[in-house]
């Protein structure tokens, strides 16, 4: 499964009514993007998405300066209520939510890496407030279910 992660490549949306964005630069990086891709273009309950169209401005803590956030997934669907909802989606894998039992400088990298994630969805989660959009990150575990 964990080389599966790094497939990459162009994704040719079905329903291009759908995508938010340019068509031609549709692109994945792993097996999961391509997962939640053809989920989101072919789901009759999602009525817009566009990967990684939007950019968040977020403060890196290890240099202190102002980064870019791209965002992997804007989408707007129906809900089981029928409710229309504004979401972001950022699909991670579920060990880089916390910090496991690494020693060494594979803790301190996984530290850095998590310190930069947190960052981002800080940012992200105030961005989404001013607008009225949700937030949520996206593991491999609720992909696929």
């Known amino acids: 499964m ?5 497939m990459q490549g162009k994704y040719i949306v079905k329903n291009p009514d759908k995508y938010m964005g ?11 993007e391509l ?10 309950n999602v009525k817009r ?17 102002v980064h870019k956030y791209y965002v992997d997934y804007y989408v707007e669907y129906v809900n089981t209520k029928g409710v229309l909802i504004k979401e972001l989606i950022e699909l991670k894998p579920k060990s880089q939510l916390s910090l496991t039992k690494s020693k060494g ?6 530290q850095l890496q998590l310190a930069v994630n ?26 696929h279910t």
């Open 2 to 6: 964990a080389n599966q992660r790094f």
């Open 22 to 32: 340019d068509l031609t630069k549709v692109t994945f990086r792993s097996s999961w």
């Open 35 to 44: 997962d939640m891709h053809k989920f989101l273009d072919m789901n009759p």
């Open 49 to 65: 998405w566009g990967s990684e169209i939007v950019v968040i401005p977020y403060i890196k803590p290890t240099d202190g300066r």
């Open 105 to 110: 400088k594979n803790k301190l990298y996984e």
């Open 118 to 143: 947190m960052s981002k969805w800080e940012a992200a989660k105030a961005w989404c407030l001013r607008r009225g959009i949700e937030f949520r990150i996206v593991t491999e575990k609720s992909l």
